[in-house]
T-cell receptor, first 113, second 112 residues
Framework: GESVGLHLPTLSVQEGDNSIINCAYSNSASDYFIWYKQESGKGPQFIIDIRSNMDKRQGQRVTVLLNKTVKHLSLQIAATQPGDSAVYFC????????????FGQGTTLQVKP | DADVTQTPRNRITKTGKRIMLECSQTKGHDRMYWYRQDPGLGLRLIYYSFDVKDINKGEISDGYSVSRQAQAKFSLSLESAIPNQTALYFCATGGDGAGGYTFGSGTRLTVV
């Protein structure tokens, strides 16, 4: 079956450092990927997306990298701030263009002051 | 107003009771979803609806039912609540274009 997974359940970084959150996916036919951020007590919020015809996409302080060869997705956060502390999920659209997102388990990012 | 509104935000109910969680959206999307979130298990799909007449089971639909009253409204019911249905429940809409889903703020349900 399809699955999306993150390599580490928790990542702890120092404020001001860069953070890298990784995700592995299993469905080579997926063509759209999204990163979500979930703060405590809130629903997941869209951060950035990338289509399979791209290798890299940048937003404000965030960059998503896609390596289709090894089916790996990463989220890079530059100059991590305390407000970045949250759980981060990667998600992919499953096969057959069903419109259903498949979510990974989530990585908790802890930012130390 | 929020794009996706869930009510109630918190609910404590007793085993065996019927409970309904409500969701409404102002995004104008046809597609709506109900997810359950448990610690360490991520988001699991309970039911989804691609339009008012289309309802589909997700990966964990047992013990749940849904009703799509209108394009903007999608409610989730627990016919006879049990303690292992204690979880955080999220409604979402989207998936019919770019940008993924928009989630509500969640309902924290405790079954005692």
């Amino acid at each position: 079956g399809e699955s999306v997974g993150l390599h580490l359940p928790t990542l702890s970084v120092q404020e001001g450092d860069n953070s890298i959150i990784n995700c592995a996916y299993s469905n080579s036919a997926s063509d759209y990927f999204i990163w979500y951020k979930q703060e405590s007590g809130k629903g997941p919020q869209f951060i950035i997306d990338i289509r399979s015809n791209m290798d890299k996409r940048q937003g404000q302080r965030v960059t998503v990298l896609l390596n289709k060869t090894v089916k790996h997705l990463s989220l890079q956060i530059a100059a991590t701030q305390p407000g970045d502390s949250a759980v981060y999920f990667c998600a992919e659209y499953g096969s057959g263009n069903t419109g259903k997102l498949i979510f990974g388990q989530g990585t908790t990012l802890q930012v130390k002051p | 107003d929020a794009d996706v509104t869930q009510t109630p935000r918190n609910r404590i109910t007793k085993t065996g009771k019927r409970i309904m969680l409500e969701c409404s959206q102002t995004k104008g999307h046809d597609r709506m979803y109900w997810y359950r979130q448990d610690p360490g298990l991520g988001l699991r799909l309970i039911y989804y609806s691609f339009d008012v007449k289309d309802i589909n089971k997700g990966e964990i639909s047992d013990g749940y039912s849904v009703s799509r009253q209108a394009q903007a409204k999608f409610s989730l019911s627990l016919e006879s609540a049990i303690p292992n249905q204690t979880a955080l429940y999220f409604c979402a809409t989207g998936g019919d274009g770019a940008g993924g889903y928009t989630f509500g703020s969640g309902t924290r349900l405790t079954v005692v």
